[in-house]
Nanobody, 121 residues
């Protein structure tokens, strides 16, 4: 199995930045694409960003394109999400995810517990 642990969430004012990190452990060799999802209050979980195993291909939701950047370090088994120009509508619990296929749009098989991001207006 693979364990994913997110960190870096918190409270930030609109226009500010946060950097989320996700550390993977366990059978990380079985994990290819990695991604971030979020679930806002009263909303369904939605895809935010994904990155291929080698890091050469990334994919973003339209709502975050140009503001968020996903990256990964395979030697450290980590994936990061740099979030800039944050908006109140970015408020959500953010989840790290890993997939057994190298398809950045999913499906994803492994999930972290989530980290809260709150953007105040």
């Amino acid at each position: 199995q693979v364990q994913l642990v997110e960190s870096g969430g918190g409270l930030v004012q609109a226009g500010g930045s946060l950097r989320l990190s996700c550390a993977a452990s366990g059978r990380t060799y079985s994990m290819y694409a990695m991604g971030w999802f979020r679930q806002g209050p009263g909303k369904e979980r939605e895809f935010v960003a994904g990155i291929s195993r080698g890091g050469g291909f990334t994919y973003y939701a339209d709502s975050v394109k140009g503001r968020f950047t996903i990256s990964r370090d395979n030697e450290k088994s980590t994936v990061n999400l740099q979030m800039n120009s944050l908006k109140p509508e970015d408020t959500a619990v953010y989840y790290c995810a890993g997939g057994r296929r190298n398809d950045v749009q999913g499906p994803y098989d492994y999930w972290g517990q989530g980290t809260q991001v709150t953007v105040s207006s």
